[in-house]
């Protein structure tokens, strides 16, 4: 299996900042990675596809990068709404594999 | 406009059979390229793949559950069905079913269901 792991586990940011999330796969999974946000109780919410495909209706303060090995997140400028859990998945060999996600918390 | 729903028992005791159904709108399983997934999250854990059939009845499963998973689809009733049997405490967890999007060569899951928490417990 690919093993998704992405950095950091919990981030401490103000509304405003720019925040950067990493995620790394065990093994090349090209630009097959998606990347969704969660909220409490809620159902994940797709952002990213293909690394870098922003979903349509996601605000384009979202952006998504890398090929490989290495992907980020990235929020340019955090809103109060973007307060959530990120995971990032590949999709390129099964098993699909998640990362174990990464918690924005308010500073 | 997809939507999807899943529905099932809340409380399964050990050793039982758990079935989880997703009633699906706004795609037909029937149409070449569509497909459907389960997911799983314990609580306060990550997410975790299960299974997903597409539209010309190929199956995948995770390897680490596959002698204990069924999936299936019944394309009239616009619903896809998952069969996990002998459930154990760790199972406890919060089941989703997904929708998948074809880019070619590749899916992924765009809509999810709002998920069913499911309990096992005796």
């Known amino acids: 299996d690919i093993q998704m792991t992405q950095s950091p586990s919990t981030l401490s940011a103000s509304v405003g900042d720019r925040v950067t999330i990493t995620c790394r796969a065990s093994?090349?999974?090209?630009?097959?990675l998606a990347w969704y946000q969660q909220k409490p109780g809620k159902a994940p919410n797709l952002l990213m596809y293909?690394?870098?495909g922003l979903e349509s209706g996601v605000p384009s303060r979202f952006s998504g990068s890398g090929s490989g090995t290495e992907f980020t997140l990235t929020i340019s400028s955090l809103q109060p709404d973007d307060f959530a859990t990120y995971y990032c998945q590949q999709y390129n060999n099964f098993p699909w594999t998640f990362g174990q996600g990464t918690k924005v918390e308010i500073k | 406009q997809i939507t999807l729903k899943e529905s099932g028992p809340t409380l399964v005791k050990p050793t039982q059979t758990l079935t989880l159904t997703c009633t699906f709108s706004?795609?037909?399983?029937?149409?070449?390229?569509?497909?459907v997934g389960w997911i799983r999250q314990p609580p306060g854990e990550a997410l975790e793949w299960l299974a997903l059939?597409?539209?010309?009845?190929?199956?995948r499963y995770s390897p680490s559950l596959k002698s204990r998973l069924t999936i299936t689809k019944d394309t009239s009733k616009n619903q896809v069905v998952l069969i996990m049997t002998d459930v154990d405490p760790v199972d406890t967890a919060t089941y989703f079913c997904a929708h998948v999007r074809r880019t070619s060569p590749r899916y992924f899951f765009d809509y999810w269901g709002q998920g069913t928490l499911v309990t096992v417990s005796s």
């Open positions: 059939i597409y539209w010309d009845d190929d199956k």
């Open positions: 093994q090349s999974v090209s630009s097959w």
């Open positions: 293909k690394a870098s």
């Open positions: 706004g795609f037909s399983l029937s149409s070449s390229g569509a497909g």
